[in-house]
C-alpha cells in the first residue's frame, strides 16, 4: 500500500511538472521574468526519481527549492495587480502547479515520517518479545530445572531484573503506542476539522 502510494504520488507530480513546463514554454511577455526561476523549479524536479523522495533537508543548508518557489511567490504578487487578465490567468495556473507540487512533496515526508513511526513500533514490539522469551528461559531454568537450588543466592536477583527488563519494555511499548496513535489519528482529526 505504501509503495503504492508512493507511486500514485510521484506519477501526479510528474503531471504537475508536465504542466509547469507547458506553462514555462509559453510564458506571457509580462512573466518573463519568472522564467530563469520557473526553469530553475523545473531543473531541480525533472533529474528526481522516486527513489529520491522525500527531499531531504537539513538545518545547514534550505533546500534550494525552498528558495526558488519562494522567490516567485513574493514577486508574483506584487506582477498580479498590473498584469492584463491574460497574464493573471497563466499566473494563477502557474500557482496552481507550484501548490501542487508542494503539496504532493509534502506528502512524500509525512508518509516518510509515518513509516518511521511504524518501525519504531515494530521494534518496540520486537524487543519486548525478546525481553519475554529470555525471562520465560530464565524462570523456567531456575523453576522446572533445579538450578534455583544450586545457586539461591543467585535466585531473586536474576527474577529481579527480568521483571524491570519486562516492565520497561511494556512502558516502551506503551509509550510508542500512544506516539503513533497521536500522530496517526490526531493528524487525520485534524484533517477532518479543516475539510469540515
Not at 1 to 19: C, G, N, P, S, V
Not at 36 to 58: A, C, E, R, W
Not at 90 to 102: G, H, P, Y
Not at 164 to 177: F, G, K, N, P, R
Amino acid at each position: 500500500m505504501i509503495a503504492q502510494r508512493r507511486y500514485e504520488d510521484y506519477y501526479t507530480l510528474q503531471l504537475q511538472i508536465d504542466q509547469l513546463i507547458r506553462l514555462t514554454q509559453s510564458l506571457h511577455c509580462e512573466l518573463n521574468n519568472f522564467e530563469q526561476t520557473l526553469m530553475g523549479v523545473i531543473d531541480y524536479l525533472v533529474p528526481l526519481h522516486l527513489k529520491d523522495f522525500p527531499v531531504s533537508t537539513t538545518s545547514l543548508q534550505v533546500l534550494p527549492l525552498q528558495k526558488l518557489l519562494e522567490h516567485f511567490k513574493n514577486t508574483s504578487s506584487q506582477v498580479q495587480q498590473q498584469c492584463s487578465i491574460a497574464t493573471h490567468l497563466q499566473l494563477q495556473q502557474i500557482l496552481l502547479a507550484i501548490n501542487n507540487i508542494e503539496e504532493i512533496l509534502d506528502r512524500f515526508s509525512r508518509l516518510h515520517d509515518r513509516i518511521l513511526e511504524m518501525s519504531r513500533f515494530i521494534v518496540a514490539i520486537a524487543k519486548l518479545s525478546f525481553l519475554l522469551g529470555i525471562s520465560i528461559v530464565f524462570l523456567v531454568m531456575f523453576g522446572i530445572v533445579g538450578v534455583q537450588r544450586k545457586f539461591p543466592d543467585l535466585s531473586l536477583p536474576v527474577i529481579v531484573s527480568l521483571a524491570i527488563w519486562v516492565l520497561i519494555a511494556l512502558l516502551e511499548l506503551v509509550l510508542d503506542t500512544w506516539f503513533i496513535y497521536k500522530n496517526l489519528y490526531g493528524w487525520s482529526n485534524q484533517c477532518v476539522q479543516v475539510f469540515r
